[in-house]
Structures are given as C-alpha cells and as structure tokens.
C-alpha cells in the first residue's frame, strides 16, 4: 500500500484533542494550504507546531516515514492540527459484532453467563427470516448453542426471554473511538 493513501496521521482540534485521522496526502494538502500545522514531535518534552513552509525544511529523523518530491525528501506528519477547529464531534460505534459484544459486556443476552469472544454470536432477537433488521434494537450477543437453539424463532417461542432490551449505544466524541492499531508512538500522547 502507498504510505501516502494509508490512514497514518492523527488529527487534533485547535485544542489539541482528537478529532480525527487522516492519510498523509490529506495532511499535506491541510498543511499547505494553512488549514492545519504539522506537531513537531520529539518525546513529550518537546511538541511543538510547524507551519507547512517549515514542515518541508525539517529534517528527516530515522524513525520518521517520508515521501520524495521534486524538492527532495518531506516528512511524513505523524499528528497534525486543525487551527480553526475546535469542535469534538460527538460518534455511535460502528454496528458490528465486536461493539454489540462490548455493549453487552461479553454476556449471553437471555443467560446471563460470561462469554469469550469465541462462545458467542451475534443473535437477531427478531430473525431476519422474520423481517428482523441489522440494527442495534434487533442484534443481542448469545452463547452459540442458544443461538442455535433459538434459530429462526421470536424469544418467546424458543423459551427464552432477553435479561434487557438491546439498545442503540450514545453517541461518544469521536476521541474515544480512534484506535492506533498502527501503533503510532506519537499518538500515545493524545489518545487516552
């Protein structure tokens, strides 16, 4: 994958919170054209902002990515600011297995039993054969062999009834939901 279309890059608000990422091509274009500075990072003792005609100046380090251009070697930013923004905008998770298993707190829905990650699935309380939506009201985690058991019908059909009513989560600042899954040394100081 080209470095440059890989999301690599955190984004801050003015209030140096994230708020975002983006890939390096997006950064750049942001840096150049004044809507964000690029964060000068070398340990937490020094941080510090970087406007776009420095940033392409700077030195590269060798633990920083860069990328060639007619003017020679640019770093990559591993963080950047959006100088005019100060907003946290507010996020649901994404629908899928592992937010419905976190929102249930990794419990069978009408057992109540503990599950690892590998004992249970994702349960339609109304089975899609039935009309049942992929959607956060409809989806409960299950132990697998209640699942099975229950299959194509309503709780109530199977003997079984649900310990709560499956709700869609609030919406969280966007911060909580970034992940460094490329475990960006950088980021460890802006994520919490």
Request: hydrophobic share 40%; net charge positive; charged share 30%.
């Amino acid at each position: 994958m080209n470095i440059l279309t890989k999301a690599t890059v955190l984004v801050l608000n003015r209030n140096w919170q994230a708020i975002n990422v983006r890939t390096p091509q997006e950064a750049f274009c942001m840096m150049a054209t004044n809507v964000a500075t690029g964060l000068e990072i070398e340990g937490e003792g020094h941080i510090r902002p970087v406007t776009w005609d420095e940033w392409i100046t700077l030195p590269i380090r060798e633990q920083d990515e860069s990328v060639h251009t007619v003017r020679g070697e640019v770093r990559v930013p591993t963080v950047i600011v959006a100088v005019n923004y100060a907003k946290v905008p507010k996020k649901r998770p994404k629908l899928c297995a592992r937010t419905i298993r976190e929102r249930d707190g990794n419990r069978c829905q009408y057992t109540g039993r503990l599950l690892r990650p590998d004992e249970g699935s994702l349960d339609h309380v109304v089975p899609r054969s039935r009309g049942g939506k992929d959607v956060w009201e409809n989806l409960v985690w299950s132990a697998k062999e209640v699942n099975q058991k229950k299959a194509d019908r309503l709780p109530h059909e199977a003997g079984l009834k649900l310990l709560s009513v499956p709700r869609a989560p609030k919406e969280m600042p966007v911060s909580a939901l970034i992940r460094n899954t490329s475990e960006v040394e950088d980021w460890k100081l802006f994520l919490t």
